[in-house]
Structure formats: C-alpha cells, structure tokens
C-alpha cells in the first residue's frame, strides 16, 4: 500500500532508479519527450520560412 508519509522516499527512491536506467530519463519524466512548438505566423510571413517558438501549455 502506497501512503502519502512514505511519498518522499518513495520519489527519491524512483529517482534513482530512473537515472541509473539512463541519464536524460528523469528530464523526460518532469518535461515530456518534446517540446511543443508552434509557428511565429507574423515571421513566417514577412521572411518567408517559418520559425518555430516553444507553445506556452495554459
């Protein structure tokens, strides 16, 4: 049974087994796989090729 006393040692625990696994495995799990872009309209208008800017999750 998982109790939200033992939650703390719980984290670092997972933690270290996910950094043993791979080095980047923790930054995927706090920040996702990608990040998600999308297109500076007014940039790809005037320059002609789009520019991609990270997407602020609201």
């Known amino acids: 049974m998982f109790f939200k006393e033992e ?5 670092i625990q997972m933690q270290a087994h996910l950094v043993a ?7 995927v ?3 996702g796989p990608m990040q998600i872009m ?3 309209a007014a940039v ?3 320059v ?3 520019q991609w800017i990270e997407k ?3």
Do not use: C, R
Not at 21 to 27: E, K, L, P, T
């Open 7 to 11: 939650y703390d040692v719980w984290k």
């Open 48 to 50: 002609g090729s789009p």
């Open 29 to 31: 799990i706090t920040n």
């Open 21 to 27: 696994q791979d080095d980047h495995m923790w930054f």
């Open 44 to 46: 790809a208008i005037t």
């Open 38 to 40: 999308k297109m500076k």
């Open 56 to 58: 602020l999750l609201e």
